[in-house]
């Protein structure tokens, strides 16, 4: 998406460690009329499957799944939490994903109510690194007995592991811009032309 590509190049910053910076517009401050053109866009890509349910992980992946939903006829978004509050019941799936941004592992949850083996699931979020988060999700999905339809990135680190372990799994993942490269010295970001 080359709108992407050039709101990541106007408004990212490239800091130590391969992390890109893009709370503008992303995941701190929201841009909600560019989440929808993105949701849009990950409609297009996803519309010849049969998808009544979005799965994301909280909180960065929200936004965009909920402007995605809206895209697919208001489809319910499930958010899969980082942590079991007291108002969720014990009935849940659970698996441990670890961030790579906030260098910990994380128990995440869904409540059972909210994923079923009737379940064609498009998953959203907002990075894709290592595939931890990814993988954990689909983990979620096949607990319940459904179906990974698609997976919808916004930003992947093309340079790391994630993309291609997912690929190689078999599953459909699109990602709306790819980074093959980002140096944090002169915030030089290069992105893969597909």
Do not use: W
Not at 74 to 96: C, E, G, M, Q, W
Not at 115 to 129: E, Q, S, T
Request: glycine share 8%; hydrophobic share 40%; net charge negative.
């Amino acid at each position: 998406m080359k709108a992407l590509e050039e709101k990541i190049k106007k408004e990212g910053i490239v800091k130590k460690g391969n992390v890109l910076k893009v709370d503008s517009f992303l995941n701190h401050q929201i841009d909600v009329s560019f989440l929808d053109k993105m949701g849009d866009e990950f409609q297009r890509l996803f519309q010849e499957h049969k998808i009544n349910k979005i799965l994301t992980i909280e909180a960065s992946g929200i936004g965009i799944a909920v402007m995605t939903a809206r895209h697919f006829g208001d489809v319910p978004v499930v958010f899969a939490k980082k942590s079991k509050t007291s108002n969720i019941s014990d009935d849940l799936y659970h698996t441990r994903v670890d961030s790579y941004t906030h260098q910990k592992t994380n128990d995440v949850v869904v409540s059972k109510q909210y994923l079923n083996k009737n379940d064609h699931i498009l998953i959203i979020d907002d990075f894709l690194a290592n595939g931890c988060a990814i993988l954990g999700l689909i983990d979620l999905v096949k607990q319940a007995g459904g179906t990974v339809e698609g997976i919808g990135i916004v930003i992947e680190k093309g340079y790391q592991a994630g993309g291609r372990k997912i690929r190689e799994a078999g599953y459909h993942l699109e990602s709306l811009a790819i980074i093959d490269s980002m140096d944090d010295e002169c915030g030089q970001i290069t992105f893969r032309q597909v």
